[in-house]
Structures are given as C-alpha cells and as structure tokens.
Antibody, heavy 124, light 108 residues
C-alpha cells in the first residue's frame, strides 16, 4: 500500500540545523512532485516547500527561503528537507504528502496520502 | 497570496444532524481548485474533497462540496460520531498553496 514515513525530527537550539527524510513506498515516487507541509502546535496547516518530480524546480514559502532546502533521491524513493538557521517559529510537526495527481497535472498540489509527521522543536 | 477564511470557528452539533462549513477566499480560486481535509487529534490530515466537489477515494457520500469564485462549502449530511474533527480548506490554483485556519466540529 501507499506509505510515507518521515524521520529526522528532534529538539534543536535556535540557529541549528536538521535534515528531515520522507521514505515513500507503494507508488511511482519519481513521477510525482512532492511537498513538505508543517503544523505548529495547536495551529493550522502551512505549506513549506515543493519539488518537481525530477527535482528540476523547487519552491519555498517566503519565511523559509534561503534557510531550507528541499531535495529528493528518486533512486531511493526518498524526499528530504534540509533546515538551517532554525528559529522558534519553525517548531512544528512536518509532514510529507503524496499528491492526487502526477507531474504537471491539475491535481498535483492536492494531497491524498500523508505521512505520520515528524516533530521539530526549536528551543534553547 | 490567497487568504482563506473559514467559518464558523467552532460548530457544535449532534450526531444525525447536518453540518455546513464555509470557506471564503480573498480572491477568486482558479478553476475551482479547492479541497477539504479532515484532521483528528494526533493524526495526519485526510483528504475529503478536491476540485471543489470530487470526493476522494473511500470518502462516504454524506460528504459533499460546492461553490465557485470566492465562496465554497463543505456539507456533511447525517453526522456520524467519527465525523467530529477539525476541517481545513485548501486552494491549489495559485502559488503559494494556502490553507484556511480550520473549523472545529464538536459534539453538542
């Protein structure tokens, strides 16, 4: 079955770094663009970053641009999020998710399968 | 970016009743690219509706979506006990994709 498993979260001091991973299985990972979406404690959902199916284009929300880097290894069906210069406001559960539609389809930015999330806490 | 405002913030209803949740966009949503998710405590979001009115795989037909332009609605007929949760709308027609702040549906 389709599955996404995030890992790499933890507690880090302000200014520190973390690298999140998302292992995908059960679908043709290399044909889907993939996002990271986060949710601060008790708050709503917030899109963080998106990478095209082949890694050719990457998109970030303004507040993480220049600090976070999204990447993927299609040979290992894995998505990554490198987070540098972390701030308290980055504290959240980070999810990867699979879109309904494959690359360049109208449903490439709506998500029908989500991982369980990995918690990132930025605190001194 | 498109701001989505959901109302009401909290909706208190009893099982068996119908629910109407609203999502209003700050500008017109391109091609009706509007989705709805349900999230229960400690769980990831679950896609209910996409393309304004298409039900996702496995979603019961008591969930339905409608709307256009800037006003969208999620309707749940005959609430079941497992339906009580937080609901989010999402637009994916314009960059960046954005989510509403959520409506909490609680048991009265």
């Amino acid at each position: 079955q389709v599955q996404l498993v995030e890992s790499g979260g933890g507690v880090v001091q302000p200014g520190g770094s973390l690298r999140l991973s998302c292992a995908a299985s059960g679908f043709s990972f290399s044909t889907y663009g993939m996002p990271w979406v986060r949710q601060a404690p008790g708050k709503g959902l917030e899109w963080v970053a998106f990478i095209r199916f082949d890694g050719s284009n990457k998109y970030y929300r303004d507040s993480v641009e220049g600090r976070f880097s999204i990447s993927r290894d299609n040979s290992k069906n894995t998505l990554f999020l490198q987070m540098n210069s972390l701030r308290a406001e980055d504290t959240a559960v980070y999810y990867c998710a699979k879109p309904v539609g494959g690359a360049d389809t109208s449903e490439g930015l709506v998500f029908d399968i989500w991982g369980q999330g990995t918690m990132v806490t930025v605190s001194s | 970016e498109i701001v989505l405002t959901q109302s009401p913030g909290t909706l208190s209803l009893s099982p068996g009743e119908g629910a109407t949740l609203s999502c209003r966009a700050s500008q017109s949503v391109t091609s009706r690219y509007l989705a709805w998710y349900q999230q229960k405590p400690g769980q990831a979001p679950r896609l209910l509706i996409y393309g304004t009115s298409s039900r996702a795989t496995g979603i019961p037909d008591r969930f339905s979506g409608s709307g256009s332009g800037t006003d969208f609605t999620l309707t749940i007929s005959r609430l079941e006990p497992e339906d009580f949760a937080v609901f989010y709308c999402q637009q994916y027609g314009d960059s960046p994709i954005t989510f509403g702040q959520g409506t909490r549906l609680e048991i009265k």
